[in-house]
């Protein structure tokens, strides 16, 4: 069984930065594909990024490209989310997620993470 623990939210200008940590635990980090998702009141979970299991492919959702950064650290268990410009809209509870994966997709639709975290706050204000 894998967990996953996300640490690093809170509340922030718009135009700041965040960075979230995802600690994963329970199983060889390097064999799971991980990922970063978004949830607000009322609205489906919203895919932000994801990164292979090497770290050799990441992938992002278009509304954050070019403002967020995946990377992750094997040797530590962790996977990170750098948040920069941050716009109010980006407002939302930030869950990590896992699945245990190594094959050659870039990326894995929401319903084939394994894993889920319980999710840390963020709030942008304007």
């Known amino acids: 069984q894998v967990q996953l623990v996300e640490s690093g939210g809170g509340l922030v200008q718009a135009g700041g930065s965040l960075r979230l940590s995802c600690a994963g635990s329970?199983?060889?980090?390097?064999?799971?594909?991980v990922g970063w998702f978004r949830q607000t009141p009322g609205k489906e979970r919203e895919f932000v990024g994801s990164?292979?299991?090497?770290?050799?492919?990441?992938y992002y959702a278009d509304s954050v490209k070019g403002r967020f950064t995946v990377s992750r650290d094997n040797a530590k268990d962790v996977m990170y989310l750098q948040m920069d410009s941050l716009k109010p809209e980006d407002t939302a509870v930030y869950l990590c997620a896992a699945a245990p994966y190594r094959g050659t997709r870039d990326r894995l639709g929401p319903l084939e993470y394994n894993y889920w975290g319980q999710g840390t706050q963020v709030t942008v204000s304007s």
């Open positions: 990164i292979n299991w090497n770290g050799g492919t990441i």
């Open positions: 329970g199983r060889a980090f390097d064999t799971l594909h």
